[in-house]
């Protein structure tokens, strides 16, 4: 999701919403589909409809925000 305005430096309230709208198949590792909102300040800057999240499999709470899991290394 991107926003439509730059964050600038400084205090600002960051705020995320996510409503499902379906649910989840965990035998298929796919969580539920759903829509997507980014607030700055109260006003809202972005949004996106996603066809499946991720479930929560591992335990991890929360939102990763600009995370890259980066690529898989192999050494010969």
């Known amino acids: 999701m991107n926003s439509s305005e730059v964050v ?13 709208t379906g649910r989840p198949d965990f035998t298929q ?12 300040d109260g006003r809202l800057v972005g949004s996106a409809e996603f066809d499946t999240t991720m479930p929560n499999v591992f335990g991890i709470k929360g ?14």
Request: charged share 20%; glycine share 16%.
């Open 63 to 76: 939102l990763s925000s600009s995370y890259d899991f980066g690529e898989v290394l192999t050494h010969n």
């Open 29 to 40: 590792t796919r969580g539920a589909p759903g829509g997507g909102q980014l607030f700055f």
């Open 8 to 20: 600038l430096q400084g205090r600002v309230q960051l705020r995320y919403e996510f409503e499902p």
